[in-house]
């Protein structure tokens, strides 16, 4: 029958009760014997050697103190009252006869001798209880002291026995489990624990041994899950076209698919675990890979015995916002680059194959509104009108479909040369005038004096100007106005255009120099949505920057900066 560690405490602890209650008992039982035993002997035979010694006293007094004789009555009585011992009442009463012999004849001194022999005989009797009952109270004491040292020995080692084994009965099992929760924490869940015990810590150790057992079936049965998940994910990996590549948090390599082996030149076997940033000093693609890109550029590397292209994408893992890795992700964009070389050289080719017949078009329609090849009416001077509107915008678009091409081919033509900020500004605001004057906007010019020269390509600054001012009147309401303005920034020259127009929402913002991107709600239908993006593109090949800032109801503000000559 197993014993519950309540049950054990409480043993333990009413044991303790009981030792204490027993050493207290007997303690008293043993201080009282004695005490009773001294009291005797100091009220009954001291008390009968006192009275003695007074009558003898008094004996020898007789003769010469007259309540002397007083005196030895009283105490004679005393001695009567306070007979204890076996012979003492005989002694007493011998000398009661002898004292009322004397009392015939108080001057008589013939009797008394045998008055003290009577005294005597009763000292005697007193001191000889007096010497036994010592005797009695020491043995007493010694086996009052004998018990307890024995008791005392004999409870000493029994507490002894369970002060030792009660800490062990208690933090033996706790060890146990505490072992056991360790290795279960270090995902060891075969580790059990056996304990040959009824109590508590039987039934903790039990309940531990079922968590564990439960542990380590589900431990089985989702490793063996995980393991076949990594094995599809693998083989999937495997199969694209992508090169994947897998960075842990340390930023050491997990993996990379068959296709970044390719790419880099590298096995997986032979970089595994290793530090990422250490093979990228002997592997340019490694290193490029490694670099923060915010412009996202795509790469051309040789593969596939060609130049081939692909954009780098960068995946954080995450757990619970705790980024725990990285997956750098190569995708092959080559079929996407042919096809849009292919587009830019068609467009490029019927842009060109078209500009010579709208032109040509354009000049018949001019050459019809002259009065020497005859008068037209109202009717066909506004079709003559139409088509010229159609074949400007014609021409456009053309235009800004060739300059497109040249930035999608990279061959960008650029005219560099010293060139006056004002002259660029007064030919921008030359060849918008008509149009500001259609819609009653006013163009008011701010440019600094002396300002330095600028190291610029003439036609193609200008007609970024160009681009700004058609845009901002435009957008602008009829009968307002429009301000350009340059003005020098440290080493640099600032060109500005600013309209009162309805202004572009903030989130548009960073699109706004995207390729075919037009602003939601503008209903401008004669626009590409090229012309910002090839002004960019301009820009920034001149070494320049551009900008845009704008609010809702509050007009835009397009500008860009060119590095002094």
Known sequence: MSVRLKTKLSLGLVFLFIVIVLFGVLGLFYINQLSNEGRQVLQNNQ??????????????????????????????????????????????????????????????????VDIRRSIYRIQDVNEQAILRKNTVARQTAESAANVLTILFTILTLVSFTFIFNLPG??????????????????????????????????????????????LDEYESSNLAQIKFEKSRIETIINQMRDGIIGLDEKRNILFLNAVSEKLLGLKEAEIIGQYAPDIALKNDLMRTLLLDDPEKKDLKIFADDKESYFSKDVLDVTNNTEIIGQVIVLRNITPFHELNEAKTNFIATVSHELKTPISSIKMSAQLLTDLRVGALSEEQQELIRSITDDADRLLK????????????????????????????????IQAVAFQAQQKGIRIQSSVAEDLPLIQADVEKTSWVLINFLTNAIKFSPDQSGVEISAYRSKDKV????????????????????ERYFKVPGTHDRNGTGLGLSISKEFIEAQGGRIWVSSQLGAGSRFGFTLTAA
């Open 47 to 112: 008390e009968s050697l006192l009275y003695c010694n007074r009558m003898l006293q008094s004996l020898e007094d007789i003769r010469t103190q007259k309540d002397a004789l007083d005196i030895f009555k009283d105490n004679l009585k005393r001695q009567q009252a306070n007979i204890t011992e076996v012979g003492e009442k005989e002694a007493t009463d011998e000398l009661t006869k002898n004292f009322n012999e004397m009392l015939v004849d108080p001057n008589d001194s013939s009797n008394y």
């Open 169 to 214: 009965i208690i933090s033996g099992p706790i060890s146990s489990l505490s072992e056991g929760i360790l290795a279960i924490a270090g995902k060891n869940y075969k580790k059990r624990i056996y304990l040959k015990q009824g109590d508590e810590f039987g039934d903790l150790a039990n309940a531990f041994n079922i968590m564990a057992g439960k």
């Open 397 to 428: 678009i053309t235009g800004e479909l060739l300059n497109m091409s040249q930035v999608e081919t990279g061959n960008i033509q650029l005219k560099l040369q010293p060139a006056d900020p004002a002259k660029i500004v007064d030919q921008a």
């Open 494 to 513: 600032e060109f500005l255009v600013a309209d009162h127009g309805r202004g572009i929402d903030e989130k548009y913002l960073p699109r706004i120099f």
